[in-house]
């Protein structure tokens, strides 16, 4: 019991943290915020939005639930996360293939409302979290490496916060370092990127076809 609780919590941590590596608003405002009113403001603008992941990600996986009931949607979903895996390869990289634009750090001004808030409205603001948590949930479940019962989706959520919150307070412990080398860094993040999503394409195709 414990090591399946533990290994949803992972799969929640792993997830999470692949989906928030890639510079975007979110944990572009927790360096911005650190540079701009040191790191404990920088860490409240991260925990307001990890706590909103693990909502998001909570909510993702219930609404697929009914979904991933029903066996005969079972082959055509493998069939969609083959395609998906690789198309998503091949966008990252044709991204990890154009030369990096070196930028100046560039920190705006915020509205002024408390930063764990400020956190909690940026990342409820992505809603493209939606699809990623529902294609990984029925991904997982489909293939048996979690259920879809409220215990282990609660934990997975919980992996999906601590997941997010690390890499926030990366970007929040490095600051300024990561706004200057925002365009270097996200060529080296997109290449990573190709190399899993390549895999996790070979992985399906050979549970497709086997």
Do not use: C
Request: charge should be positive; avoid cysteine; hydrophobic fraction near 60%.
């Amino acid at each position: 019991m414990l090591y399946e609780i533990l290994s949803v919590i992972a799969l929640g941590i792993g997830l999470s943290f692949i989906g928030s590596l890639p510079f975007g608003i979110i944990n572009m405002t927790v360096a911005e915020t650190t540079v701009r009113k040191g790191l404990r403001a920088g860490l409240w603008v991260g925990l307001g939005a990890a706590m909103v992941e693990f909502l998001q990600a909570w909510l993702s996986l219930k609404l697929i639930d009914i979904f991933v009931q029903h066996a005969r949607w079972e082959k055509a979903f493998n069939f969609i996360a083959l395609f998906v895996f690789f198309v998503l390869a091949l966008v990252y990289f044709r991204a990890a293939r154009r030369a990096p634009i070196h930028r100046e750090a560039r920190v705006g001004s915020f509205p002024k409302v408390p930063d764990y808030f400020r956190g909690v409205l940026v990342s409820s603001l992505n809603v493209m979290v939606f699809p990623y948590w529902i294609f990984y949930g029925a991904y997982l479940s489909t293939n048996g490496w979690m259920n879809l019962g409220n215990l282990d989706i609660t934990f997975f959520a919980a992996g999906a916060m601590l997941g997010a919150f690390s890499i926030f307070l990366i970007y929040a412990g490095l600051g300024m370092l990561l706004i200057k080398r925002a365009s270097t860094l996200t060529k080296y993040f997109n290449w990573f990127l190709v190399v899993l999503f390549l895999g996790l394409g070979v992985y399906q195709a050979w549970k497709v076809f086997s």
